[in-house]
């Protein structure tokens, strides 16, 4: 069977990863956190010959999510958050959506939860619950691929603000040592922001979680 791979596109002004997940060979794809002009993105994987199966979020701050309702349009994929967000999909004061001068909702197709095993695109991958950044932030776990998809839960030797709306800095870092630091020191960590790392380098190098 061919293996699970992941890309990367940063897009939008505030630097947002946008990552696409596809099993090598497949023209089929899973894409995480359009995070501006869905169209664009829409356009970009078009041609490059991909198909988006599926959309999924991290969490709903508009910076992750704005390109979203577009690109469902555009492509007709379903959207998956987890159920614990659905206040800040639902209202733009709470995803800070207005505060940033293009106020925006969403309603997911699906809510899942922590621990679902699901397959999109013949990918299968679990849900992480990672509450802290947000009330419903999750990270997104393909361990085929030996990879995570994380949001702003964790960043290279750094951990996402909680200064929003749904933010507790005690459950963010709850979250990353009892679900992330878990998983194998081999996973490579891919935030919504910056480069990429892996388990076992923020569990020694992360002063945040010492």
Wanted: overall charge negative; proline content about 3%.
């Amino acid at each position: 069977m061919a293996g699970v791979k992941i890309g990367r596109m940063v897009i939008g002004g505030y630097g947002t990863n946008c990552y696409l997940i596809y099993r090598e060979g497949s023209q089929d794809v899973i894409f995480v956190d359009p995070a501006d002009h869905g169209d664009q993105i829409y356009r970009k994987m078009s041609e490059k010959g991909f198909r988006i199966q599926a959309i999924l979020l991290t969490h709903a701050h508009f910076d992750h999510m704005w390109g979203a309702n577009d690109l469902r349009k555009l492509t007709g994929a379903k959207i998956y958050a987890l159920e614990e967000e659905r206040v800040l999909c639902e209202s733009a004061q709470a995803n800070v959506s207005d505060m940033a001068g293009r106020a925006c909702t969403i309603r997911p197709n699906v809510y899942v939860k922590d621990g679902d095993q699901l397959t999109l695109a013949d990918v299968t991958f679990q849900v992480i619950a990672t509450p802290g950044h947000t009330a419903g932030s999750c990270c997104y776990y393909f361990e085929e691929g030996g990879f995570a998809v994380c949001g702003d839960t964790i960043f290279l030797e750094s951990v996402g603000r909680t200064d929003f709306p749904t933010g507790d800095s005690s459950r963010l870092i709850r979250s990353i040592k009892e679900k992330l630091f878990t998983l194998p020191d081999e996973v490579k960590l891919y935030p919504g922001h910056g480069d990429s790392t892996t388990v076992g380098h923020e569990k020694k190098y992360n002063p945040f979680c010492q």
